[in-house]
C-alpha cells in the first residue's frame, strides 16, 4: 500500500527549509501531496500560481504533487489518500503551535496522524516572515530559495 503524506502551508514563500523537509520526508513516503493553503489570516504576498509552478519545478521528476487548497486540511489530505501530515519544526515554539494543530486534525480526521521533522541546523533560522520583508525592501532572498524568482 502506497504511504502518502501531506505537507501543508501557505509556502509564501517556498524555502529550502521547506525543501529540506520534504527531501526527508521522501525517506519516509512514497509520495509527497504539497498543498499550498489560503490562510483567512494572510494576504499573500508572492503570487499563488507562480509558486505552485516554482515547487513543482524543484521536485520535478520526484514523486510530489503541488496542489493548492481552500479547505480545511485536514478534508484535503483525505482527499488525497494521505494518512499523514508532515510538518518542520524548528524551535519550541513551533511545536506548540503545530501540536495544536495536529490535535485538531486528528479530531477532524481520525486516520491522520503528524510526523514532526526537527529542520536541519542550517534552516533553522530561515522563516517565510522574514524572507518576505527582506524581500519587499529590495534584498536579496535566491540563497534561501531552492529556485529563482
Known amino acids: 500500500m502506497k504511504k502518502t503524506a501531506f505537507f501543508p502551508g501557505s509556502f509564501d514563500p517556498f524555502t529550502k527549509g521547506h525543501e529540506d523537509i520534504v527531501l526527508r520526508a521522501l525517506t519516509l513516503f512514497d509520495e509527497i501531496v504539497i498543498g499550498i493553503?489560503?490562510?483567512?489570516?494572510?494576504?499573500?504576498?508572492?503570487?499563488?500560481?507562480?509558486?505552485?509552478?516554482y515547487i513543482e519545478s524543484t521536485f520535478a521528476g520526484k514523486p510530489v504533487r503541488v496542489v493548492t487548497y481552500q479547505n480545511l486540511t485536514a478534508n484535503v489530505a483525505h482527499e488525497y489518500g494521505a494518512k499523514f501530515i508532515i510538518r518542520g519544526l524548528r524551535n519550541t515554539t513551533d511545536f506548540e503551535y503545530e501540536n495544536t494543530i495536529s490535535q485538531m486534525n486528528r479530531y477532524l480526521n481520525e486516520e491522520l496522524d503528524t510526523v514532526f521533522l526537527i529542520t536541519s541546523p542550517p534552516y533553522a533560522a530561515i522563516s517565510s516572515t522574514v524572507i518576505r520583508e527582506v524581500h519587499r525592501y529590495g534584498g536579496d532572498v535566491t540563497e534561501f530559495l531552492p529556485y529563482s524568482l
Open 37 to 53: 493553503g489560503q490562510n483567512s489570516n494572510k494576504n499573500r504576498y508572492f503570487n499563488l500560481e507562480k509558486m505552485k509552478g
